[in-house]
């Protein structure tokens, strides 16, 4: 269901459940950013964006709608960075599906500048990536929208943006694990890791092996260790 700010909407009962459903609420600025490409004439409209009530949700989309919801609901200390790229990654997802569904294609209008917003948002990380940043901040520093930030990293990298930014922490964390007197919950915290087993099982999954056990090689298996990993 797609729905515009005050539209009024007539729903039938389903289920003897009633209505058990998660919403997604969306700054209007960013619904526009998503249909832009393909309604050239969204900002005339822009309280009432969606031309359309209802259409088909794919399985990937329904699947990311699941994780961001499970996530706030099931972690003290949520990942904003992670509920705010996703939820866009399923409004693009859903944007895309229905205008399509309705035989309209995306423009190939393109950011002359694609490259350059990558290098702008890959230095803005490296400078701040023990904080918490926020799509929202990152875009306000960039001037460029929240929504094109996701969707123009992701294009031309390939990764999310947090995807990225763990990789910096994790990275930047080798400088440390190896050394005798840090504390490794002390040094998740300070990257920005929510707690030490976060940190502990994103490590595993880049290197291999928890930051513990690269704490007890010899310093020749470090250097071995190392010489295979690309610093960015």
Same mark, same amino acid.
């Given at each position: 269901?797609?729905?515009?700010?005050?539209?009024?909407?007539?729903?039938?009962?389903? +289920? /003897?459940?009633?209505?058990?459903? @998660?919403?997604?609420?969306? %700054?209007?600025?960013?619904?526009?950013? *998503? !249909?832009?490409?393909?309604?050239?004439?969204?900002?005339?409209?822009?309280?009432?964006?969606?031309?359309?009530?209802?259409?088909?949700?794919?399985?990937?989309?329904?699947?990311?709608?699941?994780?961001?919801?499970?996530?706030?609901?099931?972690?003290?200390?949520?990942?904003?960075?992670?509920?705010?790229?996703?939820?866009?990654?399923?409004?693009?997802?859903?944007?895309?599906?229905?205008?399509?569904?309705?035989?309209?294609?995306? +423009? /190939?209008?393109?950011?002359?500048? @694609?490259?350059?917003?990558? %290098?702008?948002?890959?230095?803005?990380? *490296? !400078?701040?990536?023990?904080?918490?940043?926020?799509?929202?901040?990152?875009?306000?520093?960039?001037?460029?929208?929240?929504?094109?930030?996701?969707?123009?990293?992701?294009?031309?990298?390939?990764?999310?943006?947090?995807?990225?930014?763990?990789?910096?922490?994790?990275?930047?964390?080798?400088?440390?694990?190896?050394?005798?007197?840090?504390?490794?919950?002390?040094?998740?915290?300070?990257?920005?890791?929510?707690?030490?087993?976060?940190?502990?099982?994103?490590?595993?999954?880049?290197?291999?092996?928890?930051?513990?056990?690269?704490?007890?090689?010899?310093?020749?298996?470090?250097?071995?260790?190392?010489?295979?990993?690309?610093?960015?």
């Amino acid at each position: 269901m797609f729905y515009n700010d005050g539209q009024i909407y007539s729903r039938h009962k389903l +289920s /003897n459940q009633g209505d058990l459903c @998660e919403w997604f609420g969306f %700054d209007p600025r960013l619904v526009a950013d *998503a !249909i832009r490409a393909f309604d050239a004439h969204v900002d005339d409209h822009l309280f009432a964006p969606f031309l359309f009530s209802h259409g088909p949700s794919d399985t990937t989309s329904y699947l990311l709608q699941r994780l961001v919801v499970d996530h706030i609901l099931g972690d003290q200390k949520p990942d904003h960075l992670f509920i705010e790229e996703t939820t866009m990654q399923v409004l693009n997802r859903v944007i895309e599906n229905n205008y399509r569904q309705r035989g309209i294609s995306q +423009s /190939n209008t393109k950011l002359s500048s @694609e490259k350059d917003i990558v %290098d702008s948002i890959q230095k803005v990380l *490296a !400078i701040s990536f023990a904080q918490d940043p926020s799509l929202e901040r990152i875009a306000t520093q960039l001037h460029y929208s929240p929504f094109h930030l996701c969707r123009i990293f992701r294009k031309q990298t390939g990764q999310s943006i947090r995807h990225y930014l763990n990789q910096l922490r994790l990275r930047s964390s080798l400088e440390f694990v190896t050394q005798a007197n840090t504390d490794l919950t002390s040094l998740a915290l300070s990257l920005g890791f929510a707690s030490h087993s976060h940190f502990t099982e994103a490590f595993r999954k880049t290197f291999g092996v928890p930051p513990s056990t690269v704490r007890n090689l010899s310093n020749l298996r470090i250097h071995q260790l190392l010489s295979k990993i690309s610093i960015a």
